[in-house]
């Protein structure tokens, strides 16, 4: 892996010696983690010209953990003394080696971060690197892939034995904490997100909070979960019927629901518009009289973190690309009453290969349970 991260630095570095930087400096956790490894609590990363490149810590790294295992051929400064700013000793690094400019993340800098660095290193230029590791890191590569399809997996299982289980009676949060055990018990590093579980009136609800509501007989049971395997995260929302023969107005909005999802679904190809993604799905909603009630995207990017680039949205600009992993979540809610929500994550692939990879295979058939 040290090949992998050292070319993707120096992609990075090609970048930002285009836009006439020295040198960057990285402070957002997930994208030090992407060109280094791991991501130390705290840590930053320097990439400098020639390939002088180095990871500054507030403390020694504990090695392999949830944090990852960093490049072996990375310099390491771990600085002495409580309260030492990684960033500040990055900054103060470039200036004694005279760079003359320094990109920075201003997206992540906090102000006072932003002007302690200023005052380190009073010569230095500061630019703005934008969301260019963010870029990068959009199209994975496929032992990427093979995380998210491992951490796929590990959800489809703790989903498939919560619904072998008895439900009614049991509450939101019991179940919500019961599905993220089994998360671990089946290899996860721990949940990609707070797990959702929403019953009756809450089902449907996107990212709701469990409460202390218990399953009762004939409600709607929304669950969207998501397992984190080496810091890759995915995510997958399922709707089921509890105890009872779905309701004619459950199995219509069930069948509204999923023939949104499967039109976004069916539209990830390489070269597709974010927006025409989201108004493949959208539209069968809206035509229904359910438009003003959506949520504002109908996808989003996953990876490193649970919410990346792209968002499949009305006013996203830009086009899909090949292995870039993304989910498809519309959903309806109606208040007072509940409503669906089915979520997947897939891989954009071209239609030689068989179009879009679905990475969580829970079955999306409307389930009594």
Known sequence: MSDVYAARRG???DR????????ALITRPANVRY?????PLG?????????????FCAGQPTGESDEGRLDENLRLSVLAGPGADPAVAAADTASAARADSLAVEEHHLTVGRHRALRSVAPGLRLAD????????????????????????????????????????GRTERHLALELERRLVDHGADGPAFPTSVGTGPHSGRSRHRPSDRRVEEGDFLSVCLGANYRGYRCEIGRTF??????????????????????????ALLPGAAYRDVDHAARSVLDSAGHGEALAAWTGHGVGLEIDEDPQLAPTAMGKLDACVPVTVEPGVHLPGRGGVRIDDTLVVRPEADGGPELLTITTKELLAL
């Not at 509890?242 to 309701?247: D, E, R, Y």
């Open 11 to 13: 992609l990075l570095r």
């Open 16 to 23: 930002c010696a285009a836009a006439g930087n020295a040198a």
């Open 35 to 39: 060109l280094s490894g791991a991501s």
């Open 43 to 55: 840590a930053v990363l320097l990439v400098g010209p020639a390939g002088e490149d180095t990871l």
């Open 129 to 168: 690197l934008g969301t260019a590791v963010e870029q990068l890191r959009l199209v994975k590569d496929e032992e990427e892939i093979a995380c998210l399809r491992i951490a796929a997996e590990i959800a489809d299982q703790a989903l498939g034995e919560l619904l072998e289980s008895i439900l009614v």
């Open 241 to 266: 019927v509890i105890g009872t023969t779905p309701a004619d107005w459950q199995i219509e909005l069930y069948e509204l629901v999923f023939a949104a999802q499967r039109a976004g679904r069916e």
